[in-house]
């Protein structure tokens, strides 16, 4: 099952259309024998490796796990996994699946959305020394 957090037609929606608007969105699963992988845009896995072949393949014994992430990464009430998202972002997608050894599961993710606006400001040194800076998907990937 492939979940599209973006605006597109049969998107969940999770983007602003404000391009002063930030959305930090949390992720938790419910506990459960499943693996989600993420691709940013569809077809690009975020995490891949650099050696050919070595991408998520649900359908390959082994490389299913790379990267995957399991309920217990970020449990459904202490939510570890932070997705930034703002206006025009490429269409991000949590491919979820079961794994092996169950007939049936029921995946349920959990996500709680901060609407945060944006403003340019010059920075204090102690601002600075708290700032987290989040980079862009494309600046993550060498």
Not at 88 to 106: A, I, W, Y
């Amino acid at each position: 099952l492939d979940v599209d957090l973006s605006n597109s037609a049969g998107g969940e929606n999770i983007y602003p259309e404000n391009t002063k608007t930030l959305y930090q969105i949390l992720l938790g699963f419910k506990p459960g024998n499943y693996l989600v992988h993420f691709y940013i845009p569809a077809g690009e896995y975020a995490n891949r490796l650099e050696q050919a072949g070595m991408v998520p393949n649900v359908t390959h014994p082994t490389h299913r796990y790379l990267g995957a992430r399991k309920p217990e990464d970020s449990p459904y009430d202490d939510k570890r996994i932070f997705i930034y998202s703002v206006k025009d972002l490429e269409p991000l997608f949590l491919r979820v699946f079961v794994d092996d050894g169950v007939d049936f599961e029921k995946c349920i993710l959990s996500l709680l959305v901060n609407k945060c606006y944006l403003k340019q400001i010059t920075p204090t040194a102690e601002q600075l020394a708290k700032a987290l800076k989040i980079q862009y998907y494309s600046e993550l990937r060498w």
